[in-house]
Nanobody
């Protein structure tokens, strides 16, 4: 069965860095776009970043552009999110998600395009 397992979350100071990983199994990883999304306390789900199935194109929410970098290693069935210059407002539960196609969906209503989600990894940014 399809599994997505996130790791790498934790506590970071403002200005610090964390690297999230999402290990995938149960499907042909290199055939599907992937995204990271997050949910802050008391807020809705926010799309953060997406990457094409072959890694050739990436997309970012304005709130993280220039600070976060998404990448993937199709040989290791893993997608990553490098988070630099962290801010307190980045505090959230971070999820990876598998798109139904090769290109990650980022337009409004994007949630329904993702058919599998991980359990999430908590990121807390605080001094």
């Amino acid at each position: 069965q399809v599994q997505l397992v996130e790791s790498g979350g934790g506590l970071a100071q403002p200005g610090g860095s964390l690297r999230l990983s999402c290990a995938a199994s149960g499907f042909t990883f290199s055939d599907y776009g992937m995204s990271w999304a997050r949910q802050a306390p008391g807020k809705g789900l926010e799309w953060v970043s997406g990457i094409w199935s072959d890694g050739s194109e990436t997309y970012y929410a304005d709130s993280v552009k220039g600070r976060f970098t998404i990448s993937r290693d199709n040989a290791k069935n893993t997608v990553y999110l490098q988070m630099n210059s962290l801010k307190p407002e980045d505090t959230a539960l971070y999820f990876c998600a598998k798109d139904r196609g090769r290109v990650p969906t980022i337009v409004p209503g994007w949630e329904v395009a993702y058919d599998y989600w991980g359990q999430g990894t908590q990121v807390t940014v605080s001094s």
